[in-house]
């Protein structure tokens, strides 16, 4: 079924959701019954004109309905478009218009056919309308609107029509429910507009929400390898350096080297089933003793710890990243960590001489990891800044201690 494509259209999907399925089933559903049983009564009309005549133009206007009928029953599958979604193959909107015109002009060759004939192609029109694009839709319904007008005035003027609309109450009533279908057609897939949009945001926001988690399981990822791997490279770096000279140092290195692979596979193991904590007292220290070990002298100061597990986690994640670049990114001789805290927020410092080469340098190097790290912070309500001068670097976050979601 080619159609007309416009971009600001949503388009019905084959990832449509059970519910919008079933919007549309019940869309569709009340548009064919109204139409239905809108010419269930032209079709009773025109019986009972084929039966009072039995002529030869009130049988082809019969006929012609059957067919408009059935045309125009099988024509709103194609609403499934949606409003101004495009006509199908011209076959389709030809037939159907050409067989509800033929039903017009015959009612105009019949005195007895009434406005009968003149409904079939107004709500032909009405259906063609919803499937184009707006400013062409509402001409065509004014099109189909003086179709009406024509019907009415040749009836009157050439027929000697006295009365230019119906005159039994039936009809009336017909006339006026069939002047209601542009506005029901319209306003029904207006609605299954509304309900496919939901729909595809609907997936955009549970896709969204699972790149989020990736981005997270990744920094996450990247905290626990990339710390651990690093401190493991540099144990083993000076295991192997004392190994000659003092194997007992360098037997204790490589049994801390297994201690931190082992840590940092059940950290990742623990990241994996979602239940990894972290414990800030244990990282500031892991923090110092790495920093040592890389012959950096590490001076903590710390005030109380904040009690919200969640700013502790997330001034943990903090001290990691940092230590992590220190080591990896400069040679540092003398660090400081700094911890303050009140009620409504905690302060971390981290501050090291060992900035190597020109500040951008540095921050091209080091960017990715903080670059993340500003991003979980900021999520929580926390901010990230760092400094480059003078051969030192330093790094600030603030975090708030309440209110920090999980």
Not at 110 to 135: M, Q, Y
Not at 203 to 230: K, M, N, S, T
Not at 367 to 385: A, F, Q, W
Request: hydrophobic content about 50%.
């Amino acid at each position: 079924m080619p159609a007309v494509s416009s971009p600001e259209i949503p388009r019905p999907t084959a990832s449509l959701g059970r519910s919008v399925r079933s919007t549309w089933t019940y869309t569709l559903g009340s548009i064919v019954f109204i139409l239905v049983v809108l010419h269930f009564m032209l079709l009773s009309f025109a019986v009972s004109t084929f039966t009072a005549k039995n002529d030869a133009v009130s049988g082809l206007l019969l006929l012609a309905l059957v067919l408009a009928v059935a045309l125009q029953v099988r024509y709103c599958w194609f609403l499934r478009a949606g409003l101004g979604g495009g006509l199908p193959r011209p076959v389709w909107t030809t037939a159907m218009v050409v067989t509800s015109g033929a039903v017009w002009v015959l009612g105009l060759l019949t005195s007895d056919a009434g406005w009968i004939a003149a409904i079939p192609l107004w709500l032909a029109v009405s259906l063609v309308a919803s499937l184009l694009p707006a400013r062409t839709r509402w001409l065509t319904v004014a099109a189909g609107f003086l179709s009406l007008l024509a019907f009415a005035a040749i009836r009157h003027f050439w027929m000697g029509q006295s009365d230019p609309l119906p005159e039994d109450s039936a009809s009336r009533m017909l006339l006026a429910y069939s002047a209601g279908m542009p506005l029901l057609l319209i306003s029904s897939l207006w609605w299954w507009r509304v309900v496919v949009e939901l729909d595809r945001h609907r997936v955009i926001a549970g896709e969204l929400a699972v790149a989020q988690e990736r981005l997270r399981f990744a920094a996450d990822l990247h905290d626990i390898q990339g710390h651990h791997l690093q401190v493991i490279a540099l144990k083993s770096e000076l295991a192997e350096r004392l190994l000659d000279r003092n194997p007992e140092a360098a037997r204790e290195n490589i049994h801390e080297t297994r201690l931190i692979a082992k840590q940092a596979l059940e950290e990742t193991r623990s990241l994996v089933a979602g239940y990894r904590e972290t414990s800030l007292a244990d990282e500031l220290e892991n923090a110092r003793e790495v920093l040592t070990a890389a012959g950096a002298d590490c001076e903590l100061t710390l005030e109380t710890l904040p009690a919200e597990p969640a700013a502790q986690q997330a001034l943990a994640m903090t001290v990691r990243e940092a230590t992590t670049n220190i080591l990896r990114h400069s040679e540092a001789t003398h660090a400081t960590i700094s911890l303050t805290s009140t009620e409504a927020e905690a302060t971390l410092t981290i501050r090291n001489n060992g900035l190597n080469g020109t500040p951008s340098s540095m921050s091209l190097t080091a960017g990715t990891g903080l670059l993340g790290l500003r991003g979980r912070l900021e999520t929580i309500g926390g901010t990230l800044e760092t400094t480059l001068d003078t051969g030192h670097f330093e790094l600030l976050a603030r975090i708030p201690t309440r209110g920090i979601p999980a």
